[in-house]
């Protein structure tokens, strides 16, 4: 035990609580090495030489001397493999049903004695001793997978007497989940590494070791801070051959180690990047989908599911804060926004709208007449959206606990006592989320947040966290959960925790309000969490290296996959300068989810709270949001229908192009526009890369061309944001009414945009415009693309850029 650390949980949770942690933590080690006894002696194992193959529909299955290797081509490209017999189900990540095998894919002996599955779009190539290469169509390697290598308990080895055998049979299921494995892959030199969830240090993930287990840091976070709220086995590697992401199904405890490689090593030759990824249990299986960018996080919503669609006010700018404090206090921040004529659509209520921090509850004399409330701000345009944390306090009267007793939802231990933490509230239980009867149980108890008149929900401390001076601050591995049935302990079931408490308040609010779209994002999750909503940075500190890791929190969630998400504007601790908190808020306001937030003992985060020049140039930055308001629709009804970012990496349309590989200090709002934020001290001026085509800066209107880098203004009024040549871009026109913004194409050349009208905040089919742009005798022409030719848009249409050239 660190004696700081118990000094530290006693100053924040106060002498009482502080013991309590300790001895939960206590508990926690005991109960560990009662059920969790040493692996002692173990073996090693590898697949050995082939011994044969037998076919199925989209591939079929391998045999090796130790092991079995299914492999599947499904009929849009998408690849599976799974080690010893080892199926695409049961999976967390997956959306429903695996995608249907491509009946074309033929499995054939390859030339070196192993085999191949041959299909139009990708071959999977499989060595004679198991190693396993994804190749183009025109056999360009894209990904090679070494042998993996297994270490099970003597034990079981012996038991299983060294013949191939799948995890079918019961007595080996235990075992199977048991046993620790290795996987080492190569990727072309070149190549370049990003996702595995939430990282601070990314997006571009360089040479080093990336624990796979949800974490709470415990304090504010910088770049240098990993793991996070959010780890996910999710890699998309990018390379000159060609883009795909590998996605290991396991949501075990590991780790994940990154080498890029290098061109032209030792005697002229390549040196592959590589990946070794490291499982303390659970299955040996991998999804790998292959094409553009695009093409590849279309592929991932595919499989993993759409992203939920926010409600249309849930894309306008936010206001948060541990310790509003009362109702009074409500309406002072809410009042400042409309007596300055600041927009504001949603504000939040942290823990401390809880009586005594218990889930589900409110403090009655801070928040006498909460619906009340509600119902004020809603007239005033402004939504109340509620925290709910997943630790219920273990008190007898308690109406959460003892309902969640009474319907055995709680997390137990080996012995079937309920496994107890501390949190917030003092000493909790935890609902089983794994549980369909308890998701069931949790979700009906949103009904009571509705009639407080919240309109939405945002999910915290669910990786799960328990106060502890020492350890994990999370639940004993040795916990048991159901696990859909199935059976099994912490281990497998802790980073699905939050993804699995998503999915119960996300179908609770469904069957409550059937006719609204659930508004709900998380702090924690794993792959799939886009089916029910966001994420936010969670505690990001307060300070220019914390403005970075924002922005890489944003784009690394984005490609796996996770499009809505934003950080807390201004850091979450301390108090930011005024240059500080106004260039957070610039990017903010650029980011799907635009959210001010901070603790309880930091600074204030109005923008008013910074002086009258902040002031002025945040009210900017907020009117440029909503002027681009209807843009944000279209790109979450976009994300929705075809998985790709809001956000996106400036490489996205020219992957190929290796400078904007490296560039990770601007992005690519949709198609249409780049933004380039302020991320350093004292920056009045920043250079800016920019993707191949014409680019206008949206400031002064003039145009260059990329590829290329550029020196642009960034004066403390605006960051630099430059506009596509031909864009045809959704905004708010004269009286709010919809309008069309159309940045002229170069001579010769056509542009173009989607636009998806807000469609209210049900579940409406929405329907997509296309239109483009060109030039005709020196003036630029928009129509609108239908399927029986070209029309008048019908919508008002403002060219910019003309006069610049």
């Not at 119902?375 to 345009?381: D, F, N, P, S, V």
């Amino acid at each position: 035990m660190d004696g700081r650390e118990l000094v530290r949980s006693m100053r924040v949770l106060g002498s009482v609580q502080g013991l309590r942690a300790v001895r939960a933590a206590w508990r926690r080690h005991r109960a560990d090495a009662r059920a969790l006894p040493p692996r002692g002696a173990e073996r090693a194992r590898v697949p050995g030489p082939v011994s044969g193959a037998e076919p199925s529909p989209g591939g079929g299955i391998i045999r090796f001397a130790r092991s079995e290797l299914r492999v599947s081509v499904s009929a849009n490209g998408t690849v599976f493999w799974g080690w010893d017999g080892v199926g695409p189900l049961p999976s967390y990540a997956l959306a429903g049903d695996p995608p249907e095998p491509d009946p074309r894919a033929v499995l054939e002996p390859d030339t070196d004695g192993g085999w191949r599955v041959v299909s139009e779009r990708v071959t999977v190539a499989v060595s004679r001793h198991g190693a396993v290469e994804v190749r183009t169509p025109g056999g360009v390697v894209l990904r090679r997978d070494l042998p993996p290598r297994w270490w099970e308990p003597v034990r079981d080895a012996e038991a299983r007497g060294g013949a191939a055998r799948g995890p079918a049979a019961a007595d080996e299921a235990e075992p199977r989940r048991a046993a620790r494995w290795v996987q080492r892959s190569e990727v072309p030199a070149d190549a370049r590494f990003f996702g595995l969830g939430g990282r601070a240090s990314g997006p571009r993930l360089r040479d080093g070791s990336y624990r796979l287990w949800n974490t709470d840091p415990s304090a504010a976070f910088s770049p240098g801070d990993d793991p996070l709220y959010i780890t996910m086995p999710v890699q998309l590697v990018v390379a000159d051959a060609g883009t795909h992401l590998a996605f290991h199904d396991n949501s075990w405890d590991g780790r994940v180690i990154l080498s890029e490689g290098e061109e032209g090593a030792g005697s002229g030759h390549d040196r592959p990047g590589t990946s070794e990824v490291r499982m303390e249990g659970g299955p040996l299986r991998c999804w790998v989908i292959v094409g553009t960018p695009a093409r590849v996080l279309h592929g991932w919503a595919a499989l993993t599911g759409a992203p939920a669609l926010p409600p249309s006010w849930a894309l306008g700018p936010q206001h948060a804060r541990w310790g509003f404090g009362s109702e009074r206090e409500v309406r002072r921040v809410v009042d400042g926004y409309r007596d300055r004529g600041l927009p504001l659509s949603v504000l939040h209520l942290d823990i401390d709208h809880y009586d005594g921090h218990r889930v589900f509850t409110v403090d009655r004399e801070r928040f006498p007449d909460l619906p009340g409330l509600a119902a004020e701000l809603r007239e005033r345009g402004v939504r109340l959206v509620s925290i709910v944390d997943p630790a219920v306090k273990a008190e007898p009267g308690n109406a959460v606990y003892e309902a969640g007793r009474a319907a055995g939802a709680f997390v137990r231990d080996d012995r079937g006592e309920e496994v107890r933490g501390v949190v917030w509230p003092g000493e909790c239980v935890y609902p089983d989320f794994t549980d369909p009867r308890a998701r069931t149980w949790w979700g009906g108890l949103y009904e009571e947040r509705l009639k407080q008149g919240f309109s939405g929900v945002w999910h915290d401390m669910n990786e799960p966290v328990a106060f502890a001076p020492f350890g994990d601050r999370t639940l004993p591995r040795s916990a048991r959960h159901r696990l859909e049935g199935r059976g099994g302990d912490h281990r497998e079931a802790h980073n699905v925790y939050g993804l699995a408490m998503a999915r119960a308040g996300y179908e609770g609010l469904c069957a409550l309000r059937p006719e609204e779209r659930p508004f709900l994002f998380s702090r924690s999750g794993w792959a799939g969490m886009q089916r029910y909503g966001g994420t936010w940075s969670g505690d990001v500190a307060t300070g220019w290296p914390g403005l970075r890791a924002s922005l890489a929190l944003v784009l690394g969630l984005g490609l796996c996959g996770v499009p809505y998400s934003g950080p807390d504007v201004g850091g979450f601790d301390g108090d930011p300068s005024p240059e500080l908190f106004l260039r957070w808020y610039q990017l903010g306001a650029w980011l799907p989810l635009f959210r001010t937030h901070a603790a309880f003992d930091a600074g204030r985060r109005e923008p008013w709270e910074f002086g009258p020049e902040v002031l002025e140039h945040a009210r900017a930055a907020l009117a440029e949001r909503e002027r681009l308001r209807p843009y944000f629709v279209t790109l979450s009804r976009l994300a929705r229908m075809t998985g790709a970012p809001y956000v996106r990496p400036v490489w996205w349309g020219t992957p190929e192009d290796r400078a904007l590989r490296d560039c990770e200090d601007a992005f690519l709002l949709g198609d249409s526009l780049l933004v380039a934020p302020v991320l350093s001290q004292g920056t009045d001026r920043r250079a800016v890369r920019l993707p191949r085509g014409s680019w206008y800066d949206t400031a002064t209107g003039q145009a260059y061309e990329g590829p290329g880098q550029v020196l642009l203004d960034a004066p403390l009024s605006r960051v630099p944001v430059l506009a596509r040549a031909g864009a045809v871009i959704p905004v708010r026109g004269e009286a709010d009414e919809p309008a069309l913004e159309v940045w002229a194409p170069p001579a010769g050349r056509t542009g173009g945009g989607l636009v998806v009208r807000d469609a209210g905040d049900g579940w409406e089919q929405a329907e997509i415009e296309r239109y483009q742009s060109r030039r005709v005798d020196g003036r630029v022409v928009v129509e609108r693309v239908t399927d029986e030719g070209t029309e008048e848009p019908g919508l008002p249409v403002r060219v910019r850029g003309l006069a610049q050239e």
